[in-house]
Every structure is written in structure tokens, then in C-alpha cells.
């Protein structure tokens, strides 16, 4: 057989997400963004003893380290992209990333919510003013940073039929941007809450809160880049589309296999039993236009015989 005709058949694994490089040099801003802003809240939270901000610098600076993990992950997926040793390609490194960011998170709110209960037991006062413009400074870099990292991926929210197009590495970077966001708002509302109302002890508090919402956000991650990495079914109604354009006629499938490789792509390997084989071609054509589908395989088993079929 030719070479030429070889190469006819041959396609490349390379199934990174739409927006890969913008979002990898996005990502590297945001990081450095994150790291200056870092040492300026825990300066200033030690300082001046407020316990939301030493939380939000702290929280931050793992933030710091999350978001380099994005960065690192986007530009190993890109480099080794065609690397013939990954057999899918590099896609799913980024959900490996997303998964050890979600482990930062809850580790995160673990350390917010036990350093907020001592605060609770000891508590400490607090230089409010001071406090207060290094938290504003903190909200203002967060929400720079939120925007640069923000585009349409997350406006799908959650809904399960976008499953397969979410890009768990941004969405990784993106949630410990928003985490820090929220601390900030929170850390703000608590410093005046209890400047003028004289509730110390809601800074605190505050902690917790944050740390709440933030253990929250990490579970969902950890389920969603861990189903991912197991190759669960992106999707049931994914599931049951392919099932339904490839059962025409006679055709049945006695077996189907449904994962993820990369944000955007799903593929596909197919075994049908039929009694009027046709090429693997003929087949795949029922699955053209089918969004997210990028590699699909199909085999064809034949039982000859209208009678001998249905009995397979």
C-alpha cells in the first residue's frame, strides 16, 4: 500500500480547547496579578490584625500556586500537543491541573475556617482603616483578574449538556480568582461591620463564611475534573443521541463507549451487530454534525441472515 494512501487515513490527537493559547497567557497574568497582591494582604493583614485579611492573603497565596499549576498545564498540553506517546493526546492534562487546584481549594477553606475559629477563641484587634484600603486593593485585583480570565464558558453555568465543553482548567483558575473575590467582599463587610457596630467577632466569622462557600466550589470541581479523568459518559443525553443515529433499521449496538479528551471533545468507539454490514464509513456519516464529536470509531459485525440476526 502507498504511503500517500496511508496518510489519507491518518489524523493527528491533538483535542486542547478553542481558546488554549489566549487562555494560557491570560493565565500567566492573572498570576502574577495574584502573587504581588498576595504579599501585600498578609503584610497588611499582620499588621494591622485583621484576621479576614490575613485569611484573604493566605488564601491567595495558595491561589498564587493553583493558578501557576493552570499556567504550567496549558503550556505542557500545548508543547507536547502531537507527542505520539500520549494516545489521546494532551487534552486531559488540564483536567489534572483542575483536579489538584479543586484539592488546593478545599485545603484552602480547611486553613481559612481553623485559623477564623482561633481568632474567635483569641481575638486580636484590629487597625480597621488600614485594613480596610488593603482589602479594597485585594477586591480591585481580584475583579481585574476575574475579568481577564471570564468568557462565555462559564455562561453555560452548569448545565449537563455543557459538561463536555468545559475547560476544567480554566475553570479551575477562574474559581480561585472568584474565591479570592468573594473573601475580599466578605473581608470588607466584616472590617466594617465590626468598625461600626463594634462586632470584633464578626471578622471571624466572616472567615468561616468564606471558607464555606469556598469548600463548596472545590467539591464540585473535584466531581466534575475527577469524572473526567475516570472517562465517565460526558453526558447521558449525549449517550443516548449517538445510540439513537447509529440504531437505524436493523443495526443495533452491542457496545458503546463514550469519554472525554480534551475540552470540546468526546470520542466515540462503537460496536454494531447487523445482518446488512455496510463500511465503518457509512456509519460514521450518521454522526456528522454532531457537536464535540473528534474521534470515533466503529466496528461492524455481521450476522448474516434476516433470522440469524435478531438471534445475536
Not at 500517500?4 to 487515513?9: L, T, V, Y
Not at 498540553?77 to 494516545?87: D, M, S
Not at 482603616?129 to 480591585?140: K, P
Request: hydrophobic share 50%; with cysteine.
Amino acid at each position: 500500500m502507498h504511503t500517500r494512501s496511508i496518510e489519507n487515513w491518518q489524523h493527528d490527537h491533538v483535542f486542547l480547547g478553542a481558546h488554549h493559547s489566549q487562555r494560557e497567557r491570560r493565565t500567566w497574568l492573572v498570576v502574577a496579578l495574584t502573587a504581588v497582591m498576595m504579599v501585600v494582604e498578609i503584610a497588611g493583614g499582620m499588621i494591622y490584625g485583621s484576621m479576614a485579611l490575613v485569611a484573604d492573603g493566605w488564601h491567595m497565596s495558595t491561589h498564587a500556586a493553583a493558578l501557576s499549576i493552570a499556567a504550567l498545564a496549558y503550556a505542557y498540553a500545548r508543547r507536547h500537543a502531537k507527542n505520539p506517546r500520549f494516545a489521546f493526546g494532551t487534552g486531559k492534562v488540564g483536567e489534572l491541573a483542575g483536579f489538584a487546584s479543586a484539592l488546593i481549594l478545599a485545603l484552602v477553606a480547611l486553613m481559612i475556617g481553623y485559623e477564623s475559629v482561633t481568632r474567635i477563641l483569641r481575638p486580636v484587634a484590629i487597625d480597621y482603616d488600614e485594613a480596610l484600603l488593603i482589602a479594597a486593593v485585594g477586591l480591585a485585583v481580584n475583579l481585574v483578574s476575574a475579568w481577564l480570565l471570564g468568557d462565555d464558558d462559564h455562561a453555560h453555568g452548569e448545565e449537563e449538556d455543557h459538561h463536555h465543553h468545559h475547560d476544567h482548567n480554566h475553570r479551575a483558575a477562574y474559581l480561585h480568582v472568584l474565591a479570592d473575590a468573594v473573601t475580599s467582599v466578605l473581608a470588607i463587610g466584616g472590617l466594617l461591620a465590626a468598625r461600626f457596630f463594634d462586632w470584633p467577632w464578626i471578622d471571624p466569622v466572616v472567615g468561616i463564611i468564606g471558607s464555606v462557600v469556598i469548600a463548596v466550589w472545590a467539591w464540585g470541581l473535584l466531581r466534575s475534573s475527577g469524572a473526567v479523568l475516570l472517562d465517565l459518559v460526558p453526558a447521558p443525553k449525549i449517550a443516548d443521541l449517538v445510540r439513537e443515529r447509529l440504531e437505524v433499521g436493523g443495526d443495533r449496538l452491542a457496545d458503546l463507549h463514550l469519554w472525554r479528551l480534551g475540552p470540546g471533545h468526546i470520542a466515540v468507539v462503537a460496536a454494531l451487530v447487523t445482518d446488512r454490514p455496510q463500511r465503518p464509513d457509512a456509519y460514521k456519516v450518521r454522526l456528522h454534525g454532531f457537536m464535540g464529536l473528534s474521534h470515533v470509531t466503529v466496528g461492524v459485525h455481521c450476522c448474516p441472515g434476516h433470522a440469524e440476526a435478531e438471534a445475536c
